[in-house]
């Protein structure tokens, strides 16, 4: 099991309505809009480094209006 | 009553006109252009962190040509 | 109620110890070990923004070994 | 006229006492306690850049307890 | 007289031109095409900061390409 | 020889592809998708700084999709 | 198998030394010294998350003279 | 011919004097004290990277109240 707590900046002005949508994802357990340098927080669990990987490339940073993202993978 | 100190990174070559119509909004006490990391600096004054974040949210961060921000809440 | 992240920097070679010493303190919910810029990443919940920061800067941050903190307070 | 905010790092455990200590200073005229990366934020207001950096150097940075400043001086 | 730092994060791929074009401005004295967070660092010296505040605005970051900029003023 | 570590940022869902692309350059040696703030690394092996600089400037940031580039160069 | 760069800082003065010491450790692959925000890079290969976790935790950042670390994981 | 920027954290109260003891040293060329997020920037000079490394680890890290450095290697 990985756990990983995902740092979002986002486009600005779209925000609330990215939370929404980053909370639909398989692996996504939990989301929250920020005050700070990042705009969003996605907490991602799956089985593997591997799986939390392809969530974020190939669907989280697949949504419009992401503008980039910082992963910390939990180390214990 | 929650004050807070919003570092804002604007699109090169409108920070003037961006000064202008971010002192515009309600909650928005002062503005001013900075030398250093960020563009502009907005402080902000609302009942509620609810408040500051819907101000943030919904109104600051729409405004065209602002391209992110950093929020600091004042603690005490 | 207000939830805060709040991003740990610790002294080189404490933080397993310091890991447990934070999940005693009331107000602290979750305390992960992380890979990245950060070293420990503890969830705050008290009822106010004052609570949140009476916990971090009277308790938290009185512990020895904690080198610096970034609290990102939840928006929303 | 000159006008500074200073984000400034501080040792932990002791950005309340220095909160009231900073406040004292001849130049500086608001200081708050922050969440976010930085601890504490003074606004600095002196007749030039050089009386700005006087006050920082010589006098807010000679404080014990603070561990550093970053200074962004208001371009208008 | 104020002397002024500028680094600057350029588009991909068009830094080299950009730099022959930013050593064309006026209070522009030297530029450098760099390795490490920023791409071109500029150095600018004017009569005052509110002439290195237009230098920047109204100049320098008018130039398309530029991306952002940080600023470190001069304090001796 | 000069050998360099580029961390790079990408445009958000292109990631993967553009590892792909990197690693056919001259020049680079290996190519890694990271979890934290940057989304690639590209170890670059090139006779000078000089042409380290060429491969990035004139190659690697001119790869579409490519947000930014930090470069850091091995002193030993 | 988990691969990660570890960036570090180090305290002054000691970074040629602390370059030896470094590799000595088992698990630490490659180590140079950096031009750039970090002093010195560190590539770890374990068996998984958890032993790269270890390496660093109660090896790597026992040694006296570094000053924090950042890692990152290899996703792919 | 290898010209580096060098951005300089200090101990706090020590800047002014460490701005005259890093001018003494061979391969500096200018210093300056600066606001911003580094206290000190300081140009060298010298024949080749690896010389700039020396100077930089040996001679400049080596002074007392010097917390950090952040080297810019000038491309071009």
């Known amino acids: 099991m990985t756990k990983a707590f995902v740092l979002i900046s986002t486009e600005t002005g779209v ?3 990215l939370q929404e949508e980053i909370k639909q ?3 996504v357990k939990e989301v ?3 005050f700070g340098e990042y ?6 669990e799956e089985n593997s480094d591997r ?5 974020i490339s ?3 940073r697949k949504i419009k209006g992401i503008r980039g993202t ?3 993978i939990v180390a214990k």
């Not at 799986?51 to 969530?55: E, F, G, I, P």
């Open 15 to 17: 925000e609330p309505l």
């Open 58 to 60: 190939w669907e989280l």
């Open 25 to 27: 994802l398989d692996g």
């Open 32 to 34: 929250y809009q920020l």
């Open 39 to 44: 705009d969003i927080l996605a907490v991602v």
């Open 51 to 55: 799986d939390v990987q392809k969530t």
């Open 70 to 72: 910082n992963t910390m």
